[in-house]
RNA sequence: GGGCGGUUAGCUCAGAUGGUUAGAGCGCUGCGUUGACAUCGCAGAGGUCACUGGUUCGAAUCCAGUAUCGCCCACCA
């Protein structure tokens, strides 16, 4: 044998931590994350979602870093030019928490420092996590382009999101507006619709009673009685509504009522908004403090008194209440109105309050001025925001996986109304509005500091607006809009885009919006932000439990990777679960994805050690004629895998795609090839090396997208032992492309056939529990297979450790005693020490009744003229042969029970 | 109140355009260290594909309905 050094050079397990820091250096060092533009070629474009820069990367992170690596090194590996873009985002009130948190360990709050130091603080904080956030990409293997990376707050994105505000503004898009929000009194600020969270909570429904007011004003003994969940509002009601079509309350229209406690006559108006079958049919009207309220106060002329403040108190307008949290005065309240007897009755009551998604402290509705963005507003004619959103899709221009989806997001496009987009935080993009003294507004791109119209001092609106304002502009921004830049020009549209279907709404839909309008000088077919979406579950814990801080199930996906290997990783999360679907995680499926990993270095440390320091030359179509059986069926199967892959990655079928090559490593080139061809190699039969340094080859390149950093390691030594025009790193190789010069139908039956027989002698073996050590002689009795199984004869003596002799069907197998078997036209004898003639009998007869019954099956079938006559060739040639193969064996089974 | 998804082996999940006896990993049982790999190999047990009805020559796959779990949307005083 030849020498054994490349093969022993690699240690004899795959060791992740020795790797893939050194291989990762290799990789960034050599440039080959960075796209070299060339308008020759359509360039592959993908935008990171930007991680918050608060703090570490969570499983989501990961996965959504597993599946736009995969896609990004196999667009790389096809030769386009490939850029994955990252950044990270500013992300407005997470990052202000904590930065607030870390100033109450202090003692402060951030009004004692102020906003110039606060900002400066919070900066601090940014430049110290976003290069450990890039870190920790890096070590998941992301070959994300770190030269581009873009944070949501650098002055290019500055400028982009001023640009956009300002266009929007003056299109009148964007107003200021007096409206019901969604205030949380814990962060301070407004929030849009979508940061709401409800929650069932068990509540009490309270009957108060309001007294009619009669001539001169006095209370008359009759009442009103409504019903409420909040009775601390009552101090701002002013009006009861009923439906104007309710008898019960038809000529109570126009009269005045005596509010209870505070003694305000308020007016009984008419409106249809108020469903007479719910509680009395008589709902206090409070437009200070509900959203339903605030509308029917409009059409009724109500007068608006807003009683809590925005800490969540009670206010001067709540006269002996003021100053009481909610909570105090409604337990004050409902005191003095029992006491007064007002309180009519209480029911228990279970109904859903508006919670902040991140603090879930229960929201205030109130009345007040922040900046709207109009998304239903005609820019052009025929042209909005959100009637442009839905016909990219419609259209197809946008193509969203999985297609189900695209119902999720049109829905909502249809339903959604005016974004409010000004929050009251510190960090953030300030809006760009100064107002002076004079009250002139003045709107745009650049700092202003006096007012352009009469020169006096101006003053920049203090609101920042909603991160996601930022966010959604991130494909052209990131790429230098409002500039004409090469990138830009080049790069856009992305081609995909990728993210948790958890933040469709909030990220998805406002950067279609942001695109389409920013980019619309383009046109129709090159205006939108990516062609396709790709929307990818969470990943719960074991139990299927979401995985949050506060349950303290979160697992760390660096920690998983330092365990188990990234490329692992990587493969676990990509394969547990299909694009679109939750999944639970679990360290068993991180184990078989190592122990995977683990396999293919040793099946290259086996290959590398039988080359020896030998340089192979790939196969060539015409060595078929001088390949054996085993050789052509392992070219065919691997060509067919290419296939099968290249229209597996075109459908996003990422974790089927994995899952297929290794399958084909694992059981087709390692269970059988490789075993198959160790006699040969033994015996210095040469053409195996050939067969296994290409197929090694071409595995590893279809594997590189997804165990990046295992197969770029032992492909580096692959490479010095193939005579080929050689990439020098494996991340920058050709993939496979699947030609048509090795499918060999043929190969590929009779392989599968000799498979079975192997199987079915150490089926045998087990069953018949022979010596491990012993080489029982076996008889095979076959006709059309004959051929094959006399050619692979040495290996199946070798694989299942037999003395094998294959006769011709006129050939009687000896006397003697003998294990029976049979596969198609096979028939197996295994040579027995002696046989349990009850035991044997017991089992053929169970395998005749399974056989004859399947025979029946396909005669019936068969026998089926409709089937015959609508069924296409293939399926029915299949099937005859199948039937013939069965009737073989149920003479067979019945041929040996009878000479039992 | 609308909408969506899941329900396949003990567990976690695959099964594109319907096609011959439904697969993998883990777990389980038995055997095994034949120089790539015990992070391994071989063999085996284990499934009426949630249920009912329909379409079809043929259904895990398509249609309708039911059950159950989960999710999303919606201004339920």
């Given at each position: 044998?030849?020498?054994?050094?490349?093969?022993?050079?690699?240690?004899?397990?795959?060791?992740?931590?020795?790797?893939?820091s050194?291989?990762?250096?290799?990789?960034?060092e050599?440039?080959?994350?960075?796209?070299?533009?060339?308008?020759?070629?359509?360039?592959?474009?993908?935008?990171?979602p930007?991680?918050?820069?608060?703090g570490?990367?969570?499983?989501?992170?990961?996965l959504?870093?597993?599946?736009?690596?995969?896609?990004v090194?196999?667009?790389?590996?096809?030769g386009d030019p490939?850029?994955?873009?990252?950044?990270?985002?500013?992300?407005?009130?997470a990052?202000?928490?904590?930065i607030?948190?870390?100033l109450?360990k202090?003692?402060?709050?951030?009004?004692?420092?102020?906003?110039?130091?606060?900002?400066?603080r919070?900066?601090?904080?940014?430049?110290?996590?976003?290069s450990?956030?890039?870190?920790?990409?890096?070590?998941?293997?992301a070959?994300?382009?770190?030269?581009?990376?873009?944070?949501?707050?650098?002055?290019?994105?500055?400028?982009?999101?001023?640009?956009?505000?300002v266009?929007?503004?003056e299109?009148g898009?964007?107003y200021?507006g007096?409206?019901?929000?969604?205030?949380?009194?814990?962060?301070?600020?407004?929030?849009?619709d979508?940061?709401?969270?409800?929650?069932?909570?068990?509540a009490?429904?309270?009957?108060?009673?309001?007294?009619?007011?009669g001539?001169?004003?006095?209370?008359?003994?009759?009442y009103?009685?409504?019903?409420?969940?909040r009775?601390?509002?009552?101090?701002?009601?002013?009006?009861?509504?009923?439906?104007?079509?309710d008898?019960?309350?038809?000529?109570?229209?126009?009269?005045?009522?005596?509010?209870?406690?505070?003694?305000?006559?308020?007016?009984?108006?008419?409106d249809?908004?108020?469903?007479p079958?719910?509680g009395?049919?008589?709902?206090?009207v409070?437009?200070?403090?509900?959203?339903n309220?605030?509308?029917i106060?409009?059409?009724?002329?109500l007068?608006?008194i807003v009683?809590?403040?925005?800490?969540?108190?009670?206010n001067?307008?709540?006269?002996?209440?003021a100053?009481?949290?909610?909570?105090?005065?409604?337990?004050?309240?409902?005191?003095d109105?029992?006491?007064?007897?007002?309180?009519?009755?209480?029911?228990?009551?279970?109904?859903?309050v508006?919670?902040?998604?991140?603090?879930?402290?229960?929201?205030?509705?109130?009345?007040?001025?922040?900046?709207?963005?109009d998304?239903?507003?005609?820019?052009?004619?025929?042209?909005?925001?959100?009637?442009?959103a839905?016909r990219a899709?419609?259209e197809?221009?946008?193509?969203i996986?999985?297609?189900?989806?695209?119902?999720?997001?049109?829905n909502?496009?249809?339903?959604?109304r005016?974004?409010?987009?000004?929050?009251?935080?510190w960090?953030?993009h300030q809006?760009?509005?100064?107002?002076?003294?004079?009250?002139?507004t003045?709107?745009?791109v650049?700092?202003?500091?006096?007012?352009?119209?009469?020169?006096?001092?101006v003053?920049?609106?203090?609101?920042?607006?909603d991160?996601?304002?930022s966010?959604?502009?991130?494909?052209?921004?990131d790429?230098?809009?409002?500039?004409?830049?090469?990138?830009?020009?080049?790069?856009?549209?992305?081609?995909?885009?990728?993210?948790g279907?958890?933040?469709?709404?909030?990220?998805?839909a406002?950067m279609?919006?942001f695109?389409?309008?920013?980019?619309?000088?383009?046109?129709?077919?090159?205006?939108?932000?990516?062609?396709h979406?790709?929307?990818?579950?969470?990943?719960?814990?074991?139990?299927g439990e979401?995985?949050?801080?506060?349950?303290?199930?979160?697992v760390?996906?660096?920690?998983?990777?330092?365990?188990?290997?990234?490329?692992a990783?990587?493969?676990?999360?990509?394969t547990?679960?299909?694009?679109?679907?939750?999944?639970?995680?679990?360290?068993?499926?991180?184990?078989?994805?190592r122990?995977?990993?683990?396999?293919?270095?040793?099946?290259?440390?086996f290959?590398l050690?039988?080359?020896?320091?030998?340089?192979?030359k790939r196969?060539?179509?015409?060595?078929?004629?001088?390949?054996?059986?085993?050789?052509?069926w392992i070219?065919?199967?691997?060509?067919?895998?290419?296939?099968?892959?290249?229209?597996?990655?075109?459908?996003?079928?990422?974790?089927?795609?994995?899952?297929?090559?290794e399958?084909?490593?694992?059981?087709?080139?390692?269970?059988?090839?490789?075993?198959?061809?160790?006699?040969?190699?033994?015996?210095?039969?040469e053409?195996?090396?050939?067969?296994?340094?290409h197929?090694?080859?071409?595995?590893?390149?279809?594997?590189?997208p997804?165990?990046?950093?295992?197969?770029?390691?032992?492909w580096?030594?692959?490479?010095?032992?193939?005579?080929?025009?050689?990439?020098?790193?494996?991340?920058?190789?050709?993939f496979?492309?699947?030609?048509?010069?090795?499918?060999?139908a043929?190969?590929?039956?009779?392989?599968?056939?000799?498979i079975?027989?192997?199987?079915?002698?150490?089926?045998?073996?087990?069953?018949?529990?022979?010596?491990?050590?012993?080489?029982p002689?076996?008889?095979?009795?076959?006709?059309?297979?004959?051929?094959?199984?006399?050619?692979?004869a040495?290996?199946?003596?070798?694989?299942?450790r037999?003395e094998?002799?294959?006769l011709?069907?006129?050939?009687?197998?000896?006397a003697?005693?003998?294990?029976?078997?049979?596969?198609a036209?096979?028939?197996?004898a295994?040579?027995?020490?002696?046989?349990?003639a009850?035991?044997?009998?017991?089992?053929?007869?169970?395998?005749?009744?399974?056989?004859?019954?399947?025979a029946?099956?396909?005669?019936?079938?068969?026998a089926?003229?409709t089937?015959?006559?609508?069924?296409?060739?293939?399926v029915?040639?299949?099937m005859?042969?199948?039937?013939?193969?069965?009737k073989?064996?149920?003479?067979?089974?019945?041929?040996r029970l009878?000479?039992?």
């Amino acid at each position: 044998m030849t020498t054994q050094a490349n093969g022993s050079a690699l240690p004899p397990a795959y060791e992740p931590a020795s790797v893939e820091s050194r291989i990762y250096r290799m990789w960034e060092e050599a440039g080959h994350f960075q796209p070299k533009i060339d308008p020759d070629r359509e360039p592959y474009t993908i935008v990171m979602p930007p991680p918050n820069v608060t703090g570490e990367l969570h499983l989501g992170h990961g996965l959504e870093d597993a599946i736009t690596d995969a896609l990004v090194r196999w667009h790389r590996m096809q030769g386009d030019p490939t850029l994955w873009l990252p950044g990270e985002d500013h992300a407005g009130i997470a990052t202000q928490n904590v930065i607030e948190r870390e100033l109450a360990k202090e003692g402060l709050t951030r009004h004692d420092v102020g906003r110039e130091a606060f900002v400066e603080r919070t900066w601090m904080w940014v430049r110290k996590y976003r290069s450990r956030i890039a870190d920790q990409h890096r070590q998941l293997g992301a070959s994300a382009d770190w030269s581009r990376n873009t944070f949501t707050l650098d002055p290019q994105i500055v400028k982009a999101v001023r640009t956009t505000f300002v266009n929007l503004y003056e299109q009148g898009l964007i107003y200021r507006g007096l409206r019901m929000i969604n205030w949380c009194p814990f962060h301070e600020t407004a929030l849009s619709d979508l940061e709401v969270d409800y929650e069932d909570i068990a509540a009490k429904l309270y009957y108060i009673r309001y007294p009619i007011v009669g001539e001169g004003g006095m209370p008359l003994p009759d009442y009103v009685v409504v019903a409420t969940t909040r009775p601390e509002t009552m101090v701002g009601d002013t009006g009861v509504a009923v439906n104007p079509a309710d008898d019960r309350y038809e000529e109570k229209i126009g009269r005045m009522l005596m509010l209870p406690i505070i003694g305000r006559e308020i007016p009984v108006v008419g409106d249809d908004a108020v469903k007479p079958e719910f509680g009395t049919g008589a709902v206090k009207v409070t437009p200070g403090h509900d959203p339903n309220d605030w509308e029917i106060g409009q059409r009724h002329d109500l007068p608006v008194i807003v009683a809590i403040d925005l800490k969540g108190n009670m206010n001067d307008e709540a006269g002996p209440y003021a100053g009481m949290s909610v909570d105090d005065a409604r337990a004050a309240i409902l005191r003095d109105l029992e006491d007064e007897g007002f309180l009519d009755h209480v029911e228990d009551y279970t109904h859903s309050v508006g919670v902040c998604s991140r603090c879930k402290t229960v929201l205030q509705p109130l009345p007040s001025e922040q900046w709207w963005l109009d998304v239903n507003k005609e820019y052009e004619h025929g042209h909005s925001l959100a009637g442009d959103a839905m016909r990219a899709v419609t259209e197809g221009r946008i193509g969203i996986v999985p297609q189900r989806f695209e119902k999720v997001y049109l829905n909502w496009m249809e339903n959604i109304r005016d974004w409010c987009i000004s929050r009251q935080l510190w960090w953030g993009h300030q809006i760009p509005v100064w107002y002076c003294e004079n009250k002139h507004t003045t709107c745009q791109v650049n700092d202003l500091d006096k007012c352009p119209e009469c020169g006096a001092a101006v003053r920049q609106d203090e609101d920042v607006l909603d991160t996601w304002f930022s966010s959604g502009l991130a494909p052209h921004a990131d790429l230098g809009w409002p500039d004409d830049t090469d990138d830009l020009r080049y790069f856009y549209p992305t081609a995909d885009m990728q993210m948790g279907y958890d933040i469709m709404f909030f990220w998805c839909a406002r950067m279609i919006m942001f695109g389409l309008y920013n980019m619309r000088e383009r046109g129709e077919e090159r205006s939108m932000p990516f062609r396709h979406v790709l929307f990818h579950g969470l990943i719960r814990d074991a139990k299927g439990e979401k995985m949050t801080k506060s349950r303290g199930n979160v697992v760390d996906p660096l920690v998983a990777a330092a365990t188990f290997g990234a490329d692992a990783f990587r493969l676990a999360v990509l394969t547990g679960a299909t694009l679109g679907a939750d999944q639970k995680y679990s360290d068993d499926r991180l184990t078989s994805a190592r122990n995977f990993a683990n396999k293919l270095w040793n099946t290259a440390r086996f290959v590398l050690m039988k080359v020896g320091d030998r340089r192979i030359k790939r196969p060539h179509p015409l060595d078929r004629e001088t390949f054996a059986l085993e050789d052509r069926w392992i070219m065919s199967r691997l060509e067919q895998l290419e296939l099968d892959v290249d229209s597996l990655m075109k459908a996003y079928q990422l974790g089927e795609c994995a899952r297929q090559i290794e399958d084909f490593l694992r059981g087709e080139l390692c269970d059988w090839y490789i075993e198959m061809v160790k006699p040969r190699l033994n015996e210095g039969d040469e053409r195996p090396l050939k067969v296994l340094v290409h197929v090694l080859d071409h595995g590893l390149r279809m594997l590189h997208p997804f165990m990046p950093f295992v197969t770029e390691e032992l492909w580096q030594t692959l490479r010095e032992h193939l005579d080929d025009d050689m990439a020098s790193q494996l991340i920058v190789a050709w993939f496979p492309k699947s030609g048509n010069n090795w499918k060999d139908a043929a190969s590929e039956t009779s392989i599968e056939h000799v498979i079975e027989v192997n199987r079915t002698i150490r089926n045998i073996r087990a069953e018949k529990k022979l010596e491990a050590g012993a080489r029982p002689k076996v008889v095979l009795r076959a006709s059309a297979y004959s051929a094959a199984l006399k050619d692979t004869a040495a290996a199946t003596n070798f694989t299942s450790r037999v003395e094998l002799e294959v006769l011709d069907t006129s050939a009687t197998i000896p006397a003697g005693e003998w294990a029976f078997g049979r596969v198609a036209d096979t028939e197996v004898a295994v040579a027995l020490p002696q046989v349990d003639a009850a035991v044997e009998r017991a089992r053929l007869e169970k395998e005749l009744g399974e056989s004859s019954g399947h025979a029946e099956r396909l005669e019936k079938q068969l026998a089926n003229e409709t089937f015959r006559s609508k069924a296409p060739a293939h399926v029915i040639a299949g099937m005859e042969a199948t039937l013939a193969e069965t009737k073989d064996k149920v003479a067979g089974l019945r041929e040996r029970l009878g000479s039992l």
